[in-house]
C-alpha cells in the first residue's frame, strides 16, 4: 500500500459534519486514558504529570490511528473520552475548525 501524503488543506466547511470530511482531526487532541478499556500498552505515553495518555505521533495524530483510512484501530478499545466525543457536538465542531492538514 502506497505510503500516504500529508498536504496543507483550509479549513473543512461546517456542512455536512462527518467523520470522512475531517481527517479525524478530533484524533489530534490529546487523550486521557482514565479508564481501563484495553488500549495495547505500544499506545500509551505519559504526560508531563505522569497521566496515562493516547501515543501521538510527529504528526501530530494519535498512534492507533491508520493513517491510510483514517479510522481507529482500536475501536473496540478506545479509550472512554473516544468514546464520549460526539460527531456534531460542540467540540466536534470546533475541531473541525482547526483542521490544516490531510492526509490523501
Ligand atoms: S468526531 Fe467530529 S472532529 Fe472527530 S473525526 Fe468525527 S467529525 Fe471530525
Ligand atoms: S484511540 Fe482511536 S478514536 Fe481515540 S484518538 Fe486514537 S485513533 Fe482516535
Redesign the pocket.
Known sequence: MPTPTLIPVTPVPEEPVSCSTCS?C????E?MLITDTG?PRR?IDTDDWGGEV?LRLDDG??????RNSM?????EK??L??RE?ETGSAECLEERKGISSIYV
Open positions: 479525524a478530533c484524533c489530534q487532541l487523550v488500549v499506545f493516547m495524530w494519535c498512534a492507533a490511528l491508520d479510522r481507529c484501530t482500536i475501536y478506545r479509550p473520552i473516544c466525543f
